[in-house]
């Protein structure tokens, strides 16, 4: 039987302001590596992205189950910082890591987890530590200043670093590992193209 027909789908949360740039390395060769990628919105109502893409969600958020997928991508968006709308994303989250299903946040979605309670005794990571101090939460002393940080089911980063975010994805799901994983991340954080030759001959370029 097909191994990648039984894989359940990665769900990536869509939702007005999203930031564009912060989930695209990660859920294009998430899809090249034989995940399906689906869009979970607060509704099948339309979102607008911060770069004005308009995104029509595949699956409501509270249609959602973690015994269905195998990652929640929380992205960034200005909404995670003005208004309460997103927590609900957050709470989510928090069911999947109850449910041991992993849940990768970024930029302004570490906000949303710190809020949530879910930072306090995870090592994490975000934009700058008096960013999430601002949250009131109580996990300063877990906070890691690094690219991006995995610590069990939990992947953070900050808003500058997508690749890493997405190295750290694919680490945990296992889509890359050892020389081609770090082939992977020298080739599209440093422009390493050297990097190239490992992954063509791993069948991962």
């Known amino acids: 039987m097909n191994a990648t027909a039984d894989r359940k789908p990665v769900h990536l949360a869509v939702y007005d302001t999203l930031a564009d740039w912060e989930t695209g390395h990660a859920t294009a060769h998430l899809a090249r590596a034989g995940h399906e990628i689906r869009t979970v919105g607060p509704s099948t109502g339309p979102v607008t992205s911060t770069g004005g ?11 959602v189950r973690p015994e269905d997928s195998s990652l929640l991508i929380l992205p960034g968006a ?5 208004s309460g709308d997103l927590a609900p994303f957050a709470r989510k989250a928090r069911a999947f890591l109850e449910a041991g299903v992993p849940v ?4 302004g979605a570490t906000a949303g987890l710190a809020r949530e309670g879910l930072l306090d005794d995870r090592s994490h990571t975000s934009a700058v530590s008096f960013y999430l101090a601002a949250t009131g ?30 190295r750290e994805i694919f680490r945990l799901l296992g889509v890359y590992e050892g020389e081609v994983l770090d082939a992977w991340y020298r080739l599209f954080h440093d422009s390493d193209a050297a990097a190239y030759a490992v992954l063509e001959k791993a069948g991962a370029a």
């Open 78 to 82: 200005d909404l995670w910082d003005t």
């Open 137 to 166: 939460y109580a996990g300063g002393e877990r906070y890691v200043e690094t690219d991006a940080v995995t610590d069990g089911n939990l992947v953070t980063a900050g808003p500058t670093e997508p690749v890493a975010f997405a």
């Open 104 to 107: 990768a946040a970024i930029c």
């Open 53 to 63: 893409l308009r995104i029509q969600p595949g699956t409501a958020l509270d249609d």
